[in-house]
């Protein structure tokens, strides 16, 4: 079995590598997105789709104001609507039950109903949140960091408003982006919860959330994802004026077609905090905390594969070739990295768990997350490869230097999963590695020059500017909450379990 397995690893890396090298199968498909910087040229085309949602739903594709006649408004088309409807579904479906079963399996039986709770009032808390105020901070116009509250409570936005996608002259309605969007946000925070897992006060892990949300999340969405959309492009000085009223990250150029930044990474640095100011949980090392049930963990984990096809196909914000690239590179990165992992756990520890193939098949799900849209077949096959042993030492080796009690993995696997997506996209979104390159709304064709190295450093900073914003934030955060609330449960309850001594219930009664 353990030579299978090695052999199984290494021929699929051959395979990976050789289809990157040797195939430059730029895809072919109608002008998308592209985070408006780079001199004349903004970055991605249609088959690479911009940043996952980097358009204001506030562009309701206006005539110009000195056009001779103008043109009619672009009505949203009906295959574009219903798919981004569904893809919303598959996002809710990751979150409620996909993420909170894979969860649920990982914990001991005394706190089943406890993580389960968490995740599902987490997500419910964030979407109100989004509604009230969220959407109006990440998506409207205000300035590089932060938007404005032109649209709290979803002021203005009717079954008539329309928010541009990545193709000129193309919109969907605007209510669908809001509700695309809000559980983006919602499973994002759901994310963070498995980092300290078995210890957290209910009250204390809610209150954080509005406070990480509010000040972490929006912000870095902001940053990654918002534009005034293509149609504002028309020349060299409309490109510029774009750019200055664009997000910070997405000014700069940089690539995060569904989330490696502003979900996976966001996600990961604060789950990381989190784990070490609560601290480790009682008997951790000494005691066994084995997962309960890998059955519901594999379940979990194949309904999160399932709904993450909504979450990188859907950011497309079309039905149309991007969002087909995006698939089938969701599809096969997923795959390689449940291979890689298993094959990686094989050799050293001579057998692979259904635990590694799960975790494999979500670290490959996390680091093609950014790439998804941008990178050819090769590019997705390689990243996944690479994802599933890199994770994997992630939360072994990574994790003993860390000394962090990160009960679920979340660093392990998101951060350090989002960190290498987000860099290696610089790499293979180049025309020369398969990649779609970056589009030039001005001459709406893709740019003929590409650099690799200037888009890894470019890449580099949305991770760096993430890490920081959004570790500072949640320190702050936890230490507030502490302060006011308390995060750790007492002994007593934790010994017991939190489902029994936070929520009176238990997950079993045999």
């Known amino acids: 079995m353990k030579k299978f397995l090695t052999s199984l690893a290494v021929s699929g890396m051959a395979v990976a590598l050789a289809l990157v090298m040797v195939s430059a199968n730029a895809q072919t498909a109608a002008p998308a997105a592209t985070p408006a910087a780079a001199a004349a040229a903004a970055p991605k085309a249609d088959a690479p789709k911009a940043a996952e949602v980097a358009v204001p739903a506030t562009a309701t594709a206006a005539a110009a104001p000195a056009a001779p006649a103008a043109a009619p408004a672009p009505v949203p088309n009906k295959g574009d609507t219903a798919w981004m409807t569904v893809a919303t579904l598959l996002v809710i479906l990751m979150a ?45 116009g205000g300035n590089p960091f932060f938007g404005g509250f032109d649209k709290l409570f ?10 541009a996608t990545f193709s000129k002259g193309v919109v969907i309605p605007e209510l669908t982006f809001v509700a695309f969007q809000a559980t983006f946000a919602a499973i994002t925070a ?17 209150a954080f959330v509005v406070l990480w949300f509010t000040f972490s999340y929006l912000p870095v969405a902001h940053m990654v994802w918002y534009w005034d959309g293509p149609d504002a492009i028309k020349d ?14 997405f000014a700069k150029g940089a690539l995060d077609f569904a989330g490696g930044t502003v979900v996976h990474i966001n996600a990961g640095v604060a789950g990381l905090v989190g784990a070490y100011v609560i601290g480790k949980r009682i008997g951790y090392g000494k005691e066994a905390m084995a997962p309960h049930s890998l059955t519901l963990t594999m379940v979990g984990a194949s ?11 859907g950011s497309a914000l079309e039905a149309n070739g991007s969002a087909a690239l995006a698939f ?53 096959l390689a990243i996944g490869l690479l994802a ?31 960190i290498l997506g987000a860099l290696l996209t610089g790499v293979f979104a180049a025309p020369s590695l398969g990649g779609t390159g970056i589009y030039d709304y001005v001459a709406n064709k893709v740019a003929a020059d590409y650099s690799i190295i200037d888009q890894v450093v470019i890449q580099a900073t949305a991770v760096g500017t993430t890490v920081v914003w959004s570790g500072v934030v949640a320190f702050i955060a936890y230490k507030l909450v502490d302060l006011v609330i308390g995060l750790r449960v007492t002994e007593e309850e934790e010994r017991e379990g939190l489902d029994i001594s936070y929520h009176g219930e238990t997950a079993y009664h045999n």
Not at 197 to 203: N, P, V
Not at 236 to 249: E, H, N, P, R
Not at 395 to 415: C, E, I, M, P, Y
């Open 303 to 313: 309904l999160l594969w399932v709904g993450w096809f909504g979450f990188n196909a």
């Open 154 to 163: 979803l002021k203005g936005i009717t079954v008539d408003s329309v928010a």
């Open 190 to 206: 759901t994310l963070i919860v498995g980092s300290f897992a078995e210890r957290a006060k209910f009250s204390a892990v809610l």
């Open 388 to 418: 599933g042993a890199i994770c994997l030492w992630g939360v072994t080796g990574l994790k003993r230097l860390l000394g962090a009690d990160d009960s679920l993995d979340v660093f392990g696997v998101h951060g350090v999963g989002g």
């Open 236 to 249: 060299a000085a409309s490109l510029d004026v774009v750019t200055k009223a664009a997000g910070w990250l």
């Open 96 to 140: 409620v039950p996909g993420l909170a079963l894979f969860y649920g399996g990982l914990v001991r039986r005394k706190n089943m109903l406890s993580i389960l709770m968490q995740v599902f009032v987490v997500f419910s808390l964030v979407l109100v949140l989004w509604a009230l105020y969220g959407y109006s901070v990440a998506f409207t």
């Open 328 to 380: 089938i590179n969701t599809l096969f990165a997923t795959a390689a990295a449940c291979l890689s992992w298993c094959a990686a756990e094989a050799l050293s520890k001579g057998k692979a768990s259904m635990l590694g193939a799960a975790s494999g098949a979500v670290a490959g799900l996390v680091a093609v997350t950014p790439a998804a849209g941008f990178v050819g077949v090769g590019g997705a």
